[in-house]
């Protein structure tokens, strides 16, 4: 399976800022995958990326709120905006496998604390 | 949209028993079912998985069984051990223009007493 990084691997930020994530494979893959895991919670997907066009995002996420660039096929970036506490959560992206496309491995997460 | 049903949300054993975890899904254009093992602290981790046009797969202890009639699926663990104690999730997904999105479901978290 590819090998997958994540940037950074926890913060704690202040409400009304900023911060990206980012996401690293080792290999070129045509879907990366953003998910969300409250804390003691399911992980809840929120948007695809995929290459060369706009994330496609699940219902309950903007664009506006979580902004996603996909410059290239090794490498994505999450913005999570304008945060409160209610964005403490792990963040996980995901990459398809090359060989079987509905396999899905996930990074190590980014931990997100908003005071 | 997908929904997929998990129980139960925990479950005891002690080690050497099966366990057992079942979801349930919605869509019955959902294709493919993986099971994730998620330690404390840790990443998912892919353990077995099963494609909609097979009934049954097996692993060494692990093994997963598919309904596609009555739309659910299973986790069996045998002879289980102390380092099996996680959260086990199940998820279902189908190929769309977004790939194979992952709908997951609430998670098992399992223990394993020696």
């Known amino acids: 399976s590819a090998v997958i990084s994540q940037k950074p691997s926890r913060d704690i930020c202040q409400r009304g800022t900023s911060l990206t994530i980012q996401c690293q494979v080792d290999?070129?893959?045509?879907?990366m995958f953003w998910y969300r895991q409250q804390p003691g919670q399911s992980l809840t997907l929120i948007a695809t990326a995929n290459q060369g066009s706009e994330a496609t995002y699940e219902s309950g996420f903007v664009i506006d709120k979580f902004p996603i660039s996909r410059p290239n096929l090794t490498f994505s970036t999450l913005t999570v905006s304008n945060m409160s506490p209610e964005d403490s959560s792990i963040y996980l992206c995901s990459v398809e496998d090359r060989r079987r496309e509905e396999t899905q491995y996930f990074g190590p997460g980014t931990r997100l604390l908003v005071l | 949209g997908e929904n997929v049903e998990q129980h139960p949300s925990t479950l005891s054993v002690q080690e050497g028993d099966s366990a057992v975890i079942k979801c349930t899904y919605s869509d019955s254009a959902s294709n493919y079912f993986p099971w994730y093992k998620q330690e404390l602290g840790k990443r998912p981790q892919l353990i077995i998985d099963?494609?909609?046009?097979?009934g049954e797969k097996k692993d060494q202890r692990i093994a997963v069984t598919l309904n596609k009639t009555a739309k659910h699926f299973s986790l069996h663990i045998t002879e289980t051990q102390p380092e099996d104690s996680a959260v086990y999730f199940c998820a279902a997904s189908r190929n769309s223009n977004s790939g194979y999105a992952l709908n997951f479901g609430k998670g098992t978290s399992l223990l394993v007493t020696p």
């Open positions: 290999s070129q893959v045509t879907m």
């Open positions: 099963i494609r909609s046009n097979v």
